[in-house]
């Protein structure tokens, strides 16, 4: 999913599990539907012009990925969760 397609804004249940890993700095691994996997502390979730985000703190720096554009996310104490549109 491209960056540059609208919104689309992500299960309620999905988006608390996110706000979990951010209230606990969970290390998550990060699968985007482009295939590309991505490891880091979750951090924050924010609203920026109508978009969610999660910010997560990896090795290489900060990063701030559009929730739309995740595919799972997993981590031990929350196992796997398949992220899904509304």
């Known amino acids: 999913m491209s960056t ?3 919104y689309q804004p992500i299960n309620c249940d999905d988006y ?3 706000e979990l890993a951010c ?3 969970m290390h998550l691994h990060i699968e985007l539907h482009s295939g590309e996997f991505i490891d880091g ?5 924010f609203l920026s012009k109508k978009v969610e ?3 997560i703190k990896t090795p290489e ?3 701030e990925l559009r929730l739309d554009i995740i595919a799972s996310v ?8 398949v992220i ?3």
């Open 41 to 45: 502390v979750a951090n924050d979730l």
């Open 4 to 6: 540059n397609t609208e």
């Open 53 to 55: 985000y999660l910010k």
């Open 61 to 63: 720096g900060s990063q």
């Open 84 to 86: 899904k549109s509304e």
């Open 23 to 25: 209230l606990h700095a």
């Open 74 to 81: 997993s981590n031990p104490e929350l196992g796997t969760i």
């Open 16 to 18: 608390e599990h996110l």
